[in-house]
């Protein structure tokens, strides 16, 4: 069974870079799956941040894109997230998550327990 | 990009209630059309995929249907451990806009 568990800093200032990372266990982050990073604001709804494949292919929310660069570390069996310039408005819960595909579309099967960023000065 | 909304926003509800979820797209996503299930302090649990799939594990008594771009959650036998907040997601993914969760639905006790 395939776990997941993210880690990282849970306070930051303004202007600083969040960098977490997930470690995956009980499978490989080296086949046909996508990663992906989902936050929760507290007391708020699920927003997608961005996904990779394993080969490296990589995609974001378009309105974090500029800041958000999502990473993947095969030997250490890792999925990173960076995001610059962070403000109040990126405290959140971090969720690192496994994309399974089903046919052609994407599902979140599998979760890590989430990590809380908050951000202040 | 799509967005997705949700009736109701919350329901209360006793157990053995028949519990319905509706969740409607600003735009055609085909069967992309996936629900989730989270209780407070957890992460997100998938339920139901491409808009009927029952995810292994996941109790018959939950199921889903479309009609156009309004999908339906529904729980036919509302349990102790249903109580909780669900979450619709499109994955009709676009480049200019990616995946989108609509807002929740929370369920608890009446």
């Known amino acids: 069974q395939v776990h997941l568990q993210e880690s990282g800093p849970g306070l930051l200032k303004p202007s600083e870079t969040l960098s977490l990372t997930c470690a995956v266990s009980?499978?490989?982050?080296?086949?046909?799956?996508?990663w992906t990073w989902v936050r929760q604001p507290p007391g708020k709804g699920l927003e997608w941040i961005g996904e990779?494949?394993?080969?490296?292919?990589?995609n974001y929310r378009p309105s974090l894109r500029s800041r958000v660069v999502i990473s993947l570390d095969k030997s250490k069996s890792q999925i990173s997230l960076t995001v610059i310039s962070v403000t109040a408005a990126d405290t959140a819960v971090y969720y690192c998550a496994r994309v399974r595909l089903e046919k052609s579309a994407k599902v979140f099967d599998h979760w890590g327990q989430g990590i809380l960023v908050t951000v202040s000065s | 990009d799509v967005q997705m909304t949700q009736s109701p926003s919350s329901v209360s509800a006793s157990i053995g209630d028949r519990v319905t979820v509706t969740c409607r797209a600003s735009q055609v996503i085909a069967d992309y059309l996936n629900w989730y299930q989270q209780k407070p302090g957890k992460a997100p649990k998938l339920l139901i995929y491409?808009?009927?799939n029952l995810e292994s594990g996941v109790p018959s008594r939950f199921s889903g249907s479309r009609s156009g771009t309004d999908f339906t959650l529904t729980i036919s036998s509302l349990q102790p451990e249903d109580f909780a907040t669900y979450y619709c997601?499109?994955?009709?993914?676009?480049?200019?806009?990616?995946?989108?969760f609509g807002p929740g639905t929370r369920v608890d006790i009446k």
């Open positions: 997601q499109q994955s009709y993914y676009t480049p200019g806009g990616g995946f989108t």
């Open positions: 491409s808009v009927s």
């Open positions: 009980g499978g490989s982050i080296d086949t046909t799956y996508w």
């Open positions: 990779i494949f394993h080969a490296g292919n990589t």
